[in-house]
Structures are given as structure tokens and as C-alpha cells.
């Protein structure tokens, strides 16, 4: 059983440190945002994410799982302290590291004994070294510096940290890599023994090898549509290789979340900064912002002009089982729709209230799908929420002004839109009309 302090209680502290407490250490979730640990205490979620309610509560009753805004307390009781705040990206495309900064004053001013410093937040390489010097600027106090990068995925959060395909850890000594190896044990039994530095860069190969896999298989889409194939055919046949692999071989409107952008503009950061010119990430991004404008084009060679049209952007989320619309390409292409004349109508089971919140009142929102859809010109699929994806496709062809679908998703068969008689424009496979 250890103490731990996680600090930040985002979508990634308040889900480790939850698995963490269920593993049976005594951990104390902190945040500087007050209305958030408000909301914790009072057992209401700040994040969608499921199974997360049970767990939290669960571990609060038993007492493994306390939640602070007072983060020196915390600081000064564990043996372990988590950075997990927010690395947004900069105007420029940098990580910022302003609330990383933050966070490793705060901990060297209160650093009372010997403690292990873990990074969990993705970090361009450097960042632990930077982190040490902050924390030795304040105090003379020894301590590790470890770097654990995270890798659960949005949606099914809590099944990742359970069962973690591997742990990364990269650490300043034996002693500390041991320590968060074994808090670990419970978890995983690939842990990956690496350098600090190394560990930091693993996290941003990750995912940018995940979003070089989208967006190779777009560019391979619109080569479909070209030439007539079956996009989704070419991820089967080649996804069967075990060397290539089916996963993230979808085809769609592209990679969205509070994730793989701004880790893929860090990583070009990071490589332009040492000099190196990454052309590949350069090439993976600039496909994902033309996947996006490429939607739109479907919705206008579908329609002939969007000036006056009613579409109906069905799912606002980044992808099914998160309110998360970070990136989200909704955020993206609404904007483009009311721009070019569109009364735009748009739906998501969790979103909304996030959506609003970032896009105020360009559009009209709606819980209800088939609301959404009523008298609309044309529907837009952005994401493929399973409330979507069982669709009543024959009322929704009733209600619908004209029955032109755009479905960034692939959720429909060809032969069954054929059939009931859609205009049905997906991705990377040949029009129904
Ligand atoms: P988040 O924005 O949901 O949460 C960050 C939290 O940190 C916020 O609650 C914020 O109030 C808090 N915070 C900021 N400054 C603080 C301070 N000085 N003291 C205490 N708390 C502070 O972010 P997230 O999605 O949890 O991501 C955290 C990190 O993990 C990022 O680096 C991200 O790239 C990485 N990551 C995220 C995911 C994911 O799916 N969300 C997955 C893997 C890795």
C-alpha cells in the first residue's frame, strides 16, 4: 500500500488515481479547479466516462480515495506525488507546459522528505530534467523523478488501467523504478524499463504512429474514391496481416481529441527543435485537416449550395462514450456549415452541454436523434455513437426533407441504403445516389 498524491483530477488523475486506490493504496486526488473537487466530494462526476461513478464511490467508501484542493497537505502525506494536469497545445503547436511549471513549484516548495516524482502527463522529451530543476530551485530535499506516460483511451478509461496492455517507466534510479514497477504489478505484467527521456518520447510515438495509421488509411480512401474501391474492403485485406493489424484502419473524417493533435503538432515541436525536419507527421496531419474540409465538400456536391439547407450533424464527441470534444471535428466543421449558409441542427448523447460551450449559439443542439433529424436536407455523421449507429434508418428516410446522408463513420451498408433509397455519400466507398 503506498500514498499517493495525484495532482490533477482530469480525465486521466481522476481515472488512474481511482484505479490506483482500488488497487488498495491510499491516494488523494487534487486539483486546483475548487468546483471540481466540490463536485467529487458531493459524488457527481465533472467527466463522463464509464463505470467511473461506481468506482469512485466505491473506493471513497472504503477509504483508499480522498479528493483536495489543498494540494501542499497532500504533497507533504504521500511517498508518491503524480503530476497529471493538463498539457494543452500553444497557439504554435508547442505543449504547453505552463500548468506543468506550476505544479513542480508547488511540489519543491513543499517537498518535506524523500519522494518519488512521477510525470504521467504526456511531456515533450526534457520536460522531467526541467521539472527536476524547478523543483531544486526551491528546496535542497532529495527526491526520484520518474516519467509513467499514460495510455488509457477516453470511453473505456477504467478497463485500460485495470488492465494495461503495458506500463512505461522511465526513472533516476532503481529505487524509484522499482517502486512504481510495483505499484504497477496489479495492473500489468509488461512493464518497459527505459530512460526518462526515452519514456517521455514513447508516449508521443505512440500516438502519432496511431494517427499515421488514420491518416494513412484516409489518404487511401480518397484513392478509393477515385477509382471506384471499397475502402473498407482494403482495411480488411490488409489488416489481416498480423504486421499491419486492423486497428485504427477506419476510414473516416479523421482523428479528433484532446490527444492525438496536439501530440502530433508537439512531436513535429519536439523534432523541428532538434533539428530534425519530420515530413512524415507533417504529411499525417495536413490529411486530417483536408478530411475534415472533405466532408463538407460531400455535403455541398450532395446539395449544390448549403446556403438556407437544414443539416443535421449527428454525434459532437470525438467518438462514442465521452462528453470529451477537445479537437473534436464537429468544432471543426459546424463553424464551416454556418459559414456557408446553413441552419445547422446537432445532436450527441453526452456533448452538448460541452459544445456549447465552445461553439454558443451557431447552432441548434438537441438529446433527441430523431428531433434532430425531422425536415432536414441533408444528415451528417460525425460520430459513431451506437445510439447512431441503430439508427431506424425508414423513419429516418420519412422524416427527412431528402434523404441525402454523409456519413463520416462508414456505419451503413452500401446494398441496405441502396435499397432504401438514400442519397448515401460515406468514405472511401462508392456513392449510393
Ligand atoms: P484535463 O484537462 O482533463 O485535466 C487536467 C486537470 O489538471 C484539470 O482538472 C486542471 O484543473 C488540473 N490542474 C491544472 N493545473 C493544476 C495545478 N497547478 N494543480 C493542480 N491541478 C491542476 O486533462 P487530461 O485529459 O486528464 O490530461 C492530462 C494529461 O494526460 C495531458 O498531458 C494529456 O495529454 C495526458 N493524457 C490524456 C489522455 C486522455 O485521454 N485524456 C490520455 C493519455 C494521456
Redesign the pocket.
Same mark, same amino acid.
Given at each position: 500500500m503506498k500514498k499517493i498524491a495525484m495532482?490533477?483530477?482530469?480525465?486521466?488523475?481522476?481515472v488512474s488515481g481511482t484505479c490506483f486506490a482500488d488497487a488498495g493504496n491510499e491516494v488523494t486526488c487534487?486539483?486546483? $479547479?475548487q468546483d #471540481?473537487i466540490a463536485k467529487l466530494l458531493q459524488g457527481s462526476m +465533472?467527466?463522463y466516462e464509464p463505470g467511473l461513478t461506481e468506482l469512485v464511490t466505491k473506493n471513497l467508501k472504503k477509504g483508499t480515495l480522498q479528493f483536495t484542493s489543498e494540494?501542499p497537505q497532500a504533497i507533504s502525506h504521500a511517498e508518491i506525488i503524480y503530476i497529471?494536469?493538463?498539457? +494543452?497545445m500553444t497557439v504554435t503547436g508547442e505543449?504547453d507546459l505552463t500548468?506543468i511549471k506550476?505544479?513542480a513549484k508547488?511540489i519543491g516548495e513543499h517537498l518535506n522528505e524523500y519522494k518519488v516524482i512521477v510525470t &504521467?502527463?504526456?511531456?515533450p522529451v526534457g520536460t522531467g530534467k526541467l521539472i527536476a530543476s524547478i523543483i531544486k530551485e526551491q528546496t535542497d530535499t532529495p527526491f526520484d523523478l520518474v516519467s509513467n506516460? /499514460?495510455?488509457?483511451? /477516453?470511453g473505456v478509461?477504467i478497463k485500460d488501467c485495470l488492465n494495461m496492455e503495458r506500463a512505461v517507466i522511465g526513472a533516476t534510479s532503481e529505487n524509484a523504478w522499482q517502486l512504481i514497477a510495483d505499484l504497477h504489478r496489479p495492473f500489468t505484467s509488461k512493464i518497459v524499463k527505459t530512460s526518462v527521456e526515452t519514456a517521455e518520447l514513447i &508516449?508521443y510515438a505512440a500516438n502519432a504512429f496511431l494517427a499515421t495509421k488514420i491518416s494513412f488509411i484516409n489518404d487511401i480512401a480518397n484513392i478509393c474514391e477515385r477509382v471506384d474501391a471499397d475502402v473498407t474492403k482494403v482495411s480488411e485485406g490488409i489488416g489481416l496481416d498480423s504486421r499491419i493489424g486492423q486497428s485504427f484502419l477506419q476510414a473516416g473524417v479523421g482523428f479528433g481529441?484532446?490527444?492525438f493533435p #496536439?501530440?502530433t503538432a508537439a512531436l513535429r515541436h519536439i523534432s523541428q527543435n532538434v533539428g530534425y525536419n519530420f515530413k512524415l507527421i507533417e504529411a499525417v496531419m495536413e490529411t486530417n485537416e483536408q478530411q475534415r474540409v472533405h466532408m463538407v465538400n460531400k455535403l455541398v456536391s450532395a446539395l449544390g449550395t448549403l446556403e438556407g439547407k437544414t443539416i443535421s450533424v449527428l454525434g459532437l464527441a470525438f467518438k462514442p462514450n465521452t462528453d $470529451?470534444v477537445r479537437s473534436s471535428p464537429a468544432l471543426d466543421i459546424i463553424p464551416q456549415l454556418v459559414t456557408m449558409g446553413a441552419e445547422v441542427r446537432a445532436y450527441d448523447p453526452i456533448a452538448v452541454s460541452e459544445v456549447k460551450k465552445r461553439l454558443g449559439y451557431q447552432c441548434t443542439y438537441s438529446e433527441n436523434l430523431y428531433k434532430t433529424i425531422e425536415n432536414a436536407d441533408a444528415c451528417l455523421v460525425l460520430t459513431d455513437w451506437q445510439q447512431v449507429r441503430q439508427i431506424d434508418l425508414t423513419k429516418v428516410k420519412q422524416i427527412m426533407k431528402q434523404p441525402i446522408l454523409v456519413d463520416g463513420r462508414n456505419l451503413f451498408e452500401l446494398e441496405t441504403m441502396e435499397q432504401l433509397g438514400f442519397t448515401y455519400l460515406s468514405v472511401g466507398r462508392p456513392i449510393v445516389k
Open positions: 495532482i490533477g483530477t482530469g480525465y486521466v488523475g481522476l487534487c486539483d486546483i $479547479d #471540481k +465533472p467527466i494540494i497529471a494536469v493538463g498539457t +494543452p505543449a500548468y506550476q505544479v508547488t &504521467k502527463s504526456t511531456v506516460p /499514460e495510455f488509457l483511451r /477516453e478509461a &508516449k481529441g484532446s490527444c #496536439k501530440d $470529451d
